[in-house]
């Protein structure tokens, strides 16, 4: 995924910028960077690799050189950035969150009039962020070229630009997938992927932008360059698993989904709910969707494990699978008291590959649990996102309800996907019995897509289901 923080006031920026950017450490673990502005000074700015380091320690040594009216930062999963760019639009940092699919065909279509060049990787890959700059500046002004930037990119792009007169352009992607908000203070005002992080910095909700629609900000106020469509598809999964539950999108908190999620869960399983002595949230997101659960089941809400972050944080990600097993078992404390002789019933926002699953019931039965039940607080996830950087992979195949359609009934059954994705169904049923099995649960069930929408309460019209459906 990837997130973002900027801020434009009449004071120093520079701290604004930093915990902005750090409040936005739970959408991504590979590279973070900022960039601030100085009119005396012009550009400051600094990348830093997050992936075996928090945030915080890498760049707060950094904070003392640093000085300006006007920030970006960033949190990226995929390039280095922000990046400063000089054109004959200006001299601007530009930092992206979305990914593009068809980068081949621009870069080719970019070459084709000569005389361009790209930094690469010695395997030969650009760096998007610097794609996207490249293509905005085939036109006259930022608008026009943001616009052009968002209309080949097939995928999905927004995009925050630093200009070197200290404003902020900040554009949402054509469809809305990801949000964009804006906050004010008596002295500034700030953009932001995450509304709480503002929120902690002293600013109040401003606006919310729409999709595509490009702002300019300033210290003063912010001001619409292009309006918004009604085209919106905004992610639904950011509910589900990757939002901050302070978090608000579209006017629908993210906590009070998952509540309401769970809950409607219940619902809909009725009178099968197995008789358990604890319904159970997967650490961290899986434990409100099991609240809500629990609330609307009548059974006790317990924590049989919890997970030790103080020594092994999220960012830190080795690159030896070995050794990535190794540290999420070390993650996981278990409550004896609550494991041992004990039926659980555990709910997850998701089951996206199961490279973490097995391991987790494992664990749990290792402890001493008598039974383990499996809830997913989202239906199954059969296609690779396109759009963001989330379930993304070489295939489809590497998706844990993709692999078992294909154990159970080889190509044929990828033509079948919507019935094993529909629990009423045989292939359906086939499918849950095929995974617990697998896994060794005791049941298992996954929230209907319906479930899904009814909890985010928003028009279904206006939410990208394509993970779950593969439906644009």
């Known amino acids: 995924m990837g997130g973002f923080f900027g801020a434009v006031s009449h004071r120093d920026v520079v701290l604004d910028t930093f915990f902005g950017t ?50 970006i930062g960033c949190i990226s999963d995929s ?31 970019y070459f084709s009039d000569h005389g361009h060049q790209f930094m690469a990787l010695s395997s030969g890959k650009v760096n998007a962020t610097e794609l996207t700059a490249a293509l905005i500046n085939q036109k006259d002004n930022f608008v026009d070229g ?36 804006l906050g004010k203070n008596e002295i500034g005002h700030c953009v932001s992927f995450e509304s709480f992080a503002y929120h902690k910095l002293g600013y109040q909700d401003a606006y919310e932008l729409g999709p595509q629609e490009i702002v300019k900000i300033d210290a003063d106020g912010y001001e619409i360059l292009s309006p918004r469509t009604k085209n919106m598809k905004i992610c639904g999964f950011l509910w589900t698993y990757y939002g901050y539950p302070n978090s608000n999108y579209e006017g629908v908190n993210v906590e009070v989904m998952r509540y309401r999620n769970g809950q409607i869960m219940a619902e809909e399983e009725g009178d099968r709910i197995p008789d358990v002595d604890y319904v159970a949230g997967v650490p961290d997101s899986g434990l409100p969707h099991a609240i809500g659960y629990a609330n609307q089941s009548h059974k006790y809400f317990a924590r049989p494990f919890v997970k030790y972050t103080p020594t092994w944080p999220r960012s830190f990600m080795p690159s030896n699978q ?44 290792e402890s001493g649990a008598k039974e383990v039940h499996m809830r997913s607080a989202c239906p199954p996830i059969m296609y690779a ?10 295939s489809d195949m590497d998706l844990l309800a993709r692999r078992v359609v294909q154990e159970l009934e080889g190509d044929e059954g990828q033509q079948h996907l919507e019935e094993y ?10 499918l849950l019995k095929t995974i617990a099995e697998k896994f060794g649960f005791d049941s298992l069930r996954y929230q209907s897509l319906e479930g899904v929408l009814k909890a985010i309460g928003l028009d279904p019209e206006y939410i990208c289901t394509y993970c779950w459906n593969g439906k644009e």
């Open 385 to 394: 996102c396109k759009y963001l950087n989330f379930s993304r992979g070489n």
């Open 146 to 181: 943001i616009r052009h930037a968002q209309d080949l990119i097939m995928g999905s792009m927004t995009i925050l630009i630093l200009t070197d007169k200290g404003e902020i352009i900040a554009a949402r992607d054509k469809y809305g997938r990801t949000p964009v908000l």
């Open 22 to 71: 750090d409040y936005h450490t739970h959408l991504g673990t590979k590279n973070a960077g900022m960039a601030i502005y100085d009119a005396g000074s012009s550009f400051q700015r600094v990348i830093h690799d997050i992936a075996n380091s928090p945030f915080r320690s890498k760049f707060e040594p950094d904070l003392p050189d640093f000085h300006g009216f006007a920030g």
């Open 322 to 365: 070995s050794v990535r097993n190794q540290v999420a078992k070390m993650k996981q404390i278990p409550v004896p008291e609550l494991i041992e002789g004990k039926k659980l019933l555990f709910v997850d926002d998701s089951i996206v590959r199961g490279t973490q699953l097995q391991g987790t019931v494992d664990f749990l039965y």
């Open 421 to 430: 994705a529909d629990a009423h169904t045989e292939r359906g049923q086939k």
């Open 79 to 109: 390039d280095p950035q922000p990046l400063l760019v000089r054109s004959h639009l200006g001299f601007f940092a530009i930092a992206v969150v979305g990914v593009i699919n068809n980068t081949e065909n621009l870069i080719k279509a």
